[in-house]
T-cell receptor, first 109, second 113 residues
Framework: DAKTTQPNSMESNEEEPVHLPCNHS???????IHWYRQLPSQGPEYVIH?????VNNRMASLAIAEDRKSSTLILHRATLRDAAVYYC??????????WGAGTKLIIKP | SQTIHQWPATLVQPVGSPLSLECTVE??????LYWYRQAAGRGLQLLFY??????ISSEVPQNLSASRPQDRQFILSSKKLLLSDSGFYLC????????????FGQGTRLTVV
């Protein structure tokens, strides 16, 4: 099964960009890269996903390496509300999502 | 718009008692449904998923079972709870068409005492 590796935690200052890395060296050609975030005692919230090309939406940008073995979630201007655990996930097959341990993002005011 | 309801939000149950957690989805048909468990400080562990009524796939052998009696209803059950069943349980749904995002309920915090 494909797996992801993320740093346990990261800190950033408010109003600054944040780059959250994820390694997925065993990704298969059909695996999509999904990012979710989770606030304490809440269900995860979808952030963004992509396959090969970089993706942008209102929440974030996703930069995918050319060999697809790594990706980076970019929050362009972090706010205190962005403090959460961020999960980088590969979609394995038609029905499943395999979850890693995530990165706890700490935003300093 | 689609919504997902999961209840109860918190539950304290004695060891050996039964369990029933319910999840319902509104505003969509034939969703893929999932039950996850999350230990403190850890990622999500997929327990069960379902692609249709009466169709359940189990990912991890355990003391739990799941059922899908209706298209938009997913139930997680146990006949006798163990201490190790404590955790944060999350229900999620995803469209059966293409690669789309999953939508999660607010979760149930289960404490077995």
């Amino acid at each position: 099964d494909a797996k992801t590796t993320q740093p346990n935690s990261m800190e950033s200052n408010e109003e600054e960009p944040v780059h959250l890395p994820c390694n997925h060296s065993t990704i298969s050609g059909t695996d999509y890269i999904h990012w979710y975030r989770q606030l304490p005692s809440q269900g995860p919230e979808y952030v963004i996903h992509g396959l090969t090309s970089n993706v942008n939406n209102r929440m974030a940008s996703l930069a995918i390496a050319e060999d697809r073995k790594s990706s980076t979630l970019i929050l362009h201007r972090a706010t205190l509300r962005d403090a959460a655990v961020y999960y980088c996930i590969l979609r394995d097959g038609d029905y499943q999502l395999i979850w890693g341990a995530g990165t706890k993002l700490i935003i300093k005011p | 718009s689609q919504t997902i309801h999961q209840w109860p939000a918190t539950l304290v149950q004695p060891v050996g008692s039964p369990l029933s957690l319910e999840c319902t989805v509104e505003g969509t048909s034939n969703p893929n449904l999932y039950w996850y468990r999350q230990a403190a400080g850890r990622g999500l562990q997929l327990l069960f998923y379902s692609v249709g009524i009466g169709q359940i796939s189990s990912e991890v052998p355990q003391n739990l079972s799941a059922s899908r009696p209706q298209d938009r209803q997913f139930i997680l059950s146990s006949k006798k709870l163990l201490l190790s069943d404590s955790g944060f349980y999350l229900c999620a749904w995803r469209s059966d068409r293409g690669n789309t995002e999953a939508f999660f309920g607010q979760g149930t915090r289960l404490t077995v005492v």
